[in-house]
């Protein structure tokens, strides 16, 4: 059963928990920098948004590493980033268009979201359900992917090179 | 049913190998054979500098870790260095003289470097830094300390300075432009990579000919004299000075050829069923619409992916591809994406902070973003790539991002909402609804 994680942010408070517990799970310090999910903050209207990977089918960070470092898990659908085979050229870092594939001058790398091997530390975090890790067949990821349908249908990007229909 | 389609791919680069493992994965039955013009097993020539650092072994630098990855998708990978093509009987001609046929032909054969008029330039101790056994004759003269001259600081060259600068050699960079990374990166971008080197002591020699490499009786075994008149002792030479495609086997075989092999949206080439992918041909710039060349790994990627869907039957059209670059310059990151230079009639939002090596310059047509730069960045920035390939329109964000350029992010987020983009060939990723 693949699981995604599902973000509301109309729940969110922005009180950056969910930075913190991904940092600490991943590198062992609390450095809201260094993690996976971030919280992005509108001023204007007092929103916050946490953002992170997708976990995309086809991922383009995957296709442009030249060392096949990124690999896709086979139970959970999660696209990996093996330490030992990334050498650190941060193409994943151009090539991904959501900019959720970031350099880790620490290490040399390069890291984004891998759900925590399937136990979330941002999703136990979060204080107000902003964050839920659910099953992807029944929370709103299809809704989530209809409701993306519909907005290029109906607002095609404009672009020389709009999204190829399958 | 049985199934004698003969597919042959030439060239086992990243266009090369993905085309083949994108045949296999819609035609399982059909024979597919690579060949390779290097005794290695595919590799990544992006890897090469990586390699030079010591952060990996030559087995690192492989396109597919699994070194049984060719056997277990059947595709029989061969080494062989084609020498004619002959289209009227299908057949690849390999030197040695075995006669290869096809069915179906991709050229994935890349690029090589240039060896501009130097005299010298054949001596001992002078390499291009391109194959793995380029990189190898490198590892043998490239010591700490050892005088280094590199020719060319463009981006790979760029990256090449990089690898040398990390196993300590003392380096003098030459370029011809008047700036590093000049089709890379504007003034102000490549200025402050010039300034970064400097201060990490590397000698940047810009709007500077190479005129003559000789041999010395001195300590150091070569002298390079360039037209500023200075003679810089080097243990090595390392050109960089421009790629040109190898397209010289094609001659009088009907394949048309421009800058690079001529191919129409469906990566067709002129003689048929001959396919071109990656550094040896002109696809479309998706910032312009037009053929260039864009000899960069995701590109050849993208090429080889659709070549190859082509190939196997499934009719995909090629819509262009992002030129994009980035670079590690001793700790100095920088990025550049589609039309960094901007265009005519176009408007610029720019953050510049020299003493700190900052830099983020967004170029607009209308309220969709063209083209960008960064220096001393890297968080999201894979978000710029998102926004020109989307062409979304930006509307008021374009004015913020005017006003305040780091609001670069919130920006992309407030205009990608829940919106698509189409996976590099594959069905659509959509940013996460946020509403
Ligand atoms: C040092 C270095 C650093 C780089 N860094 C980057 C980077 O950071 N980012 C980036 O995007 N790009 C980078 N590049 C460029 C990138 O490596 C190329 O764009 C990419 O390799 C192109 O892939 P390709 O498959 O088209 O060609 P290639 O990788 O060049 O493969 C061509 C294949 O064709 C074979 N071949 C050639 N002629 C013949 C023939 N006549 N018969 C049979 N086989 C033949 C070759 O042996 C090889 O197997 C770098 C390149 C170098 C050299
Ligand atoms: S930075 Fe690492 S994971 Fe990313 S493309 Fe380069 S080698 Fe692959």
């Known amino acids: 059963m693949q699981k995604a994680l599902v973000i509301d942010p109309g729940k969110c408070t922005g009180c950056k928990q969910c930075e913190m517990a991904c940092s600490y799970e991943k590198d062992n310090e609390f450095n809201v920098a260094k993690s996976r999910i971030r919280v992005f903050e509108f001023h204007e209207d007092g929103k916050f948004v946490p953002y992170t990977c997708t976990q995309c089918a086809e991922a383009w960070c995957q296709q442009a590493c030249p060392v096949n470092a990124i690999t896709t898990d086979a139970a959970s659908g999660v696209k990996l980033v093996h330490d030992n085979l990334c050498v650190g050229c941060k193409v994943c870092t151009i090539a991904c268009p959501f900019g959720t594939v970031n350099y880790n001058s620490t290490t040399g790398k390069v890291i984004k979201c891998d759900l925590c091997f399937g136990e979330p530390a941002c999703e136990a975090a979060c204080p107000t359900d902003a964050i839920t890790y659910q099953d992807i067949d029944q929370t709103g990821f299809d809704k989530m992917k209809m409701w993306a349908k519909q907005s290029a249908d109906g607002a095609e990007p404009s672009g020389p090179n709009p999204p190829v229909a399958h | 049913m049985v199934n004698s389609m003969h597919y042959v791919i030439l060239g086992a680069g990243p266009a090369g190998v993905t085309a083949a493992e994108t045949i296999r994965a819609h035609d399982k039955t059909a024979t597919l054979t690579l060949i390779g013009g290097e005794p290695e097993p595919p590799y990544s020539r992006m890897a090469i500098p990586y390699l030079l650092h010591g952060s990996i072994n030559e087995h690192g630098t492989y396109l597919r870790q699994d070194d049984n990855h060719y056997n277990a998708l059947n595709v029989n990978y061969k080494h062989g260095f084609a020498e004619r093509l002959d289209p009227q009987n299908k057949q690849v001609h390999l030197k040695g003289g075995e006669a290869v046929s096809y069915d179906k032909l991709l050229l994935a054969v890349g690029a090589s470097p240039i060896s501009p008029p130097i005299p010298g330039a054949d001596l001992p101790g002078v390499h291009n830094c391109w194959t793995l056994a380029d990189a190898r004759e490198i590892l043998k003269l490239a010591d700490k300390n050892a005088p280094v001259v590199l020719v060319g600081a463009g981006f790979i060259g760029s990256i090449v300075l990089e690898a040398l600068y990390q196993r300590g050699c003392r380096l003098t960079v030459v370029e011809i432009a008047p700036r590093m990374v000049a089709r890379m990166m504007d003034e102000t971008a490549g200025g402050m990579l010039g300034d970064w080197c400097v201060a990490k002591g590397v000698d940047v ?182 926004l020109i390939q989307t062409g979304f329109r930006m509307g008021e964000w374009k004015d913020k991002l005017i006003e305040s350029p780091e609001l670069l992010r919130e920006a992309y987020l407030a205009v990608a909402q829940g919106a698509t983009i189409s996976g590099p060939t594959g069905p659509r990723v959509s940013t996460p609804v946020v509403d």
Not at chain 2, 223 to 247: C, E, F, H, Y
């Open chain 2, 205 to 386: 020699v810009t709007d500077t000919r190479v005129e003559e490499i000789s041999t010395t009786s001195g300590g150091a075994d070569l002298a390079v004299r360039l037209s500023n008149r200075n003679l810089i002792p080097a243990k090595l030479v390392v050109m960089a000075a421009g790629v040109k495609p190898n397209t010289a086997f094609l001659d009088g075989s009907g394949v048309e050829l421009g800058q690079g092999i001529k191919v129409n949206n469906f990566l067709e080439t002129t003689a048929p069923d001959v396919y071109a992918a990656g550094d040896c041909c002109e696809g479309i710039d998706l910032s312009t619409g037009k053929p260039d060349m864009l000899a960069i790994q995701p590109v050849a990627v993208e090429h080889g992916r659709i070549a190859g869907k082509n190939m196997a039957g499934i009719k995909t059209p090629h819509e262009g591809s992002l030129n994009m670059n980035v670079l590690d310059t001793m700790g100095l990151i920088s990025s550049s994406f589609g039309l960094w230079q901007g265009t005519p009639g176009g408007t610029t939002a720019s953050l510049t902070d020299s003493s700190k090596f900052k830099y983020l310059k967004l170029n607009f047509e209308d309220d969709r973003l063209i083209g960008a730069q960064c220096v001393g960045m890297t968080d999201h920035v894979g978000m710029l790539r998102g």
